[in-house]
């Protein structure tokens, strides 16, 4: 593990609570423990006739997709207006054509359900479906699940909300609307934001650490990071492995060999993601405990 310490990128919000506490987590003696069973968690995907690689595993989706589920909680609760597509549309980041390709993408695999206002039979109103709200959650449910190996487990648990519906919207609302506010959980941190633009690049991210903590602790290298085997992992391209690859090793952020191995990860990349990991840790026990009180 790098020298306990945050991220540089978040100097600035280092004295708030959140991340006083992620550097509490960060301390724990079995936190390169809990950060690989996160990245196991994200990566440990069986496959399915529902391509989830491609239709959320990519920012711009994620983002418009999570801030769908905000718009209905906020709707449900009588703070905001109904979540159409043109509210959507002027709320996300993307073009109007874009997102309207996207929702009915996603209404076409029944992921979201339209139905229409009560009061206004003109406007149709956008829910996202239990699938979709657990495709969404997968990284934050991963986060919370892993911080109960350095943390007394919450009353709310991840099985837990992965039942639970409403609790599972609701937790991810609050999720988005904090983000709205303040971005110090994202932004932050160039490697997870420029991974994550790609599709399945977040997920790519966390094979390479996973490989990466495996070889400092001593494990035998596994060489599961071909271009050929992360390709059929996430049902991308072998090309598109060899271009995230390309531009890692461009911006000094990992290397990977030939053989797939991690030939170099430098300890400010590994630092980038402890720290972004134990933020999220923290972030998502918070709305735990905020949805319980609720």
Same mark, same amino acid.
């Given at each position: 593990?790098?020298?306990?310490?945050?991220?540089?990128?978040?100097?600035?919000?280092?004295?708030?609570?959140?991340?006083?506490?992620?550097?509490?987590?960060?301390?724990?003696?079995?936190?390169?423990?809990?950060?690989?069973?996160?990245?196991?968690?994200?990566?440990?995907?069986? /496959?399915?006739?529902?391509?989830?690689?491609?239709?959320?595993?990519?920012?711009?989706? =994620?983002?418009?997709?999570?801030?769908?589920?905000?718009?209905?909680?906020?709707?449900?609760?009588? @703070?905001?207006?109904?979540?159409?597509?043109?509210?959507?549309?002027? #709320?996300?980041?993307?073009?109007? @054509?874009?997102?309207?390709?996207?929702?009915?993408?996603?209404?076409?695999?029944?992921?979201?359900?339209?139905?229409?206002?009560?009061?206004?039979?003109?406007?149709?109103?956008?829910?996202?479906?239990?699938?979709?709200?657990?495709?969404?959650?997968? #990284?934050?449910?991963?986060?919370?699940?892993?911080?109960?190996?350095?943390?007394?487990?919450?009353?709310?648990?991840?099985?837990?909300?992965?039942?639970?519906?409403?609790?599972?919207?609701?937790?991810?609302?609050?999720?988005?609307? @904090? =983000?709205?506010?303040?971005?110090?959980?994202?932004?932050?941190?160039?490697?997870?934001?420029?991974?994550?633009?790609?599709?399945?690049?977040?997920?790519?991210?966390?094979?390479?650490?996973?490989?990466?903590?495996?070889?400092?602790?001593?494990?035998?290298? #596994?060489?599961?990071?071909? =271009?050929?085997?992360?390709?059929?992992?996430?049902?991308? #391209?072998?090309?598109?492995?060899?271009?995230?690859?390309?531009?890692?090793?461009?911006?000094?952020?990992? /290397?990977?060999?030939?053989?797939?191995?991690?030939?170099?990860?430098?300890?400010?990349?590994?630092?980038?993601?402890?720290?972004?990991?134990?933020?999220?840790?923290?972030?998502?026990?918070?709305?735990?405990?905020?949805?319980?009180? @609720?």
């Amino acid at each position: 593990m790098s020298e306990i310490r945050l991220y540089a990128g978040v100097e600035d919000f280092a004295a708030d609570s959140l991340w006083v506490e992620a550097t509490g987590l960060m301390r724990h003696p079995s936190y390169a423990s809990a950060l690989l069973v996160y990245c196991e968690a994200m990566t440990a995907r069986a /496959r399915k006739l529902l391509p989830a690689n491609k239709l959320f595993a990519q920012k711009q989706r =994620y983002f418009v997709s999570f801030l769908l589920i905000c718009l209905y909680v906020q709707w449900l609760e009588s @703070r905001g207006a109904p979540p159409s597509l043109a509210l959507l549309q002027r #709320s996300a980041p993307g073009s109007p @054509r874009q997102i309207a390709d996207f929702i009915n993408g996603l209404r076409d695999r029944g992921l979201i359900i339209a139905t229409s206002l009560e009061t206004d039979r003109r406007t149709q109103i956008l829910k996202p479906s239990l699938e979709l709200l657990r495709e969404i959650a997968q #990284s934050p449910l991963a986060a919370l699940g892993s911080s109960e190996l350095l943390a007394p487990p919450l009353t709310i648990r991840p099985d837990d909300l992965v039942m639970d519906e409403d609790r599972l919207a609701r937790w991810l609302a609050l999720s988005a609307e @904090r =983000y709205a506010v303040k971005d110090d959980l994202f932004g932050p941190f160039p490697a997870i934001v420029r991974h994550s633009e790609r599709d399945a690049g977040h997920l790519v991210f966390c094979a390479v650490i996973a490989e990466a903590l495996r070889q400092r602790t001593g494990s035998p290298a #596994s060489g599961s990071l071909t =271009y050929r085997g992360l390709a059929e992992r996430f049902d991308v #391209s072998r090309q598109h492995i060899s271009n995230i690859f390309g531009e890692a090793a461009q911006n000094g952020w990992y /290397r990977i060999s030939p053989g797939g191995e991690v030939a170099l990860m430098p300890d400010h990349t590994l630092l980038q993601f402890e720290t972004w990991v134990a933020g999220q840790m923290v972030h998502y026990r918070h709305l735990a405990l905020a949805i319980r009180e @609720r």
